[in-house]
């Protein structure tokens, strides 16, 4: 005759030969050690209640986000940048004072100087009309690469645009 009982662990229902009563067997579904009660033994009770049975994943919560209002009046978080000098420039309407500074330094390409070129070109794209001032310009810095003190020079040019 068989013996038939529940695991105290994870309450799966097991049925063994009753010559195994009182033997102690691992569970096959929990692998927790069990004692195999007898015959005309109670059920045995478990001194922990069970552990619930496995569970759906929960459903994702929908989280709603509420805007902050005010009655003052936004400003904005990015300022919007003037457009460049050279597009200033080029527009008709407001003849405001702009200034241009050309560093000799950043004319300088692979081991040919621009420095003339691209104040020409500077200076043919604003028009005569609209130059305000030429002013050269001396300066100095210090070159990251060498740590020496280096002077160059520039233009600052005054113009409406």
Known sequence: MDIVFKCPHCQTELEVD?????ETIPCPTCNREITIPAENSPPTRLATPPP??????AQREEKRFAVPMSDKPVEPLIRKALPSLEAAAKTEGKKLLRLKTIRHSDCKEVGHDNFDSF???????????????????????????????????????????
């Not at 619930?52 to 994943?57: E, H, I, L, N």
């Not at 500077?122 to 005569?128: M, P, Q, V, Y």
Request: aromatic fraction near 10%; charged fraction near 15%.
């Open 119 to 161: 104040v020409t070109e500077f200076l043919n794209r604003i028009g005569e009309e609209n130059i305000v001032s030429i002013t050269p310009i001396n300066y100095s810095y210090v070159e990251m690469g060498t740590q020496k003190l280096i002077t160059d020079f520039g233009v600052a040019i005054i113009y409406r645009g």
């Open 18 to 22: 009753a010559a195994a009563a009182g």
């Open 52 to 57: 619930p049975p496995p569970q759906a994943p």
